[in-house]
């Protein structure tokens, strides 16, 4: 349950906030840890899926990753301006 | 807690299979829901970037999209092939 805990604290800890925000979790379940992680790549082109729909700047986007000998997990947290939809 | 929730169901169905999985779990939380929800389409982008890194077929993936008034949730559970690596 360490990806639960992980998520709930996070969630808490931005609940104050009456933003739209979007948060992506990736949770990679691995068997072995022989190969590198590809989730800190992975993490670069989501965003930019991302940004195709939602203008966000830097500053509005948290990542964290952490890593065990089970599972690996990126966490992304996007606050969306208020006027979400990208215009350009 | 609702998305907790959600994701714990998942996550315990899926326990019990030693295969090596990927989740993504992608949570909108709006403040209005005057706007279309992008996360269909945001959904296919996602998968064509995993699909960079992980040799998956259409089969391994399910996909489950949740809607309230508050928020919208996107999973996406794969399951991956022994040798994860992609190699073309």
Same mark, same amino acid.
């Given at each position: 349950?360490?990806? =639960?805990?992980?998520?709930?604290?996070?969630?808490?800890?931005?609940?104050?906030? #009456?933003? &739209?925000?979007?948060?992506?979790?990736? #949770?990679? &379940?691995? $068997?072995?840890?022989? @190969? !590198?992680?590809? =989730? !800190?790549?992975? @993490?670069?082109?989501?965003?930019?899926?991302?940004?195709?729909?939602?203008?966000?700047?830097? +500053? #509005?986007?948290?990542?964290?990753?952490? @890593?065990? +000998?089970?599972? &690996? $997990? =990126? &966490?992304?947290?996007?606050?969306? !301006? +208020?006027m @979400?939809?990208?215009?350009?």
């Amino acid at each position: 349950m360490s990806l =639960l805990d992980y998520f709930r604290s996070s969630k808490v800890s931005s609940a104050s906030l #009456a933003k &739209e925000r979007l948060q992506i979790l990736v #949770a990679h &379940e691995r $068997t072995s840890i022989n @190969q !590198p992680s590809y =989730l !800190p790549k992975l @993490q670069k082109e989501l965003l930019e899926v991302i940004r195709k729909y939602v203008n966000v700047s830097e +500053d #509005a986007i948290s990542v964290s990753f952490e @890593q065990d +000998d089970k599972q &690996e $997990t =990126l &966490e992304l947290n996007i606050v969306l !301006p +208020d006027m @979400q939809a990208k215009n350009s």
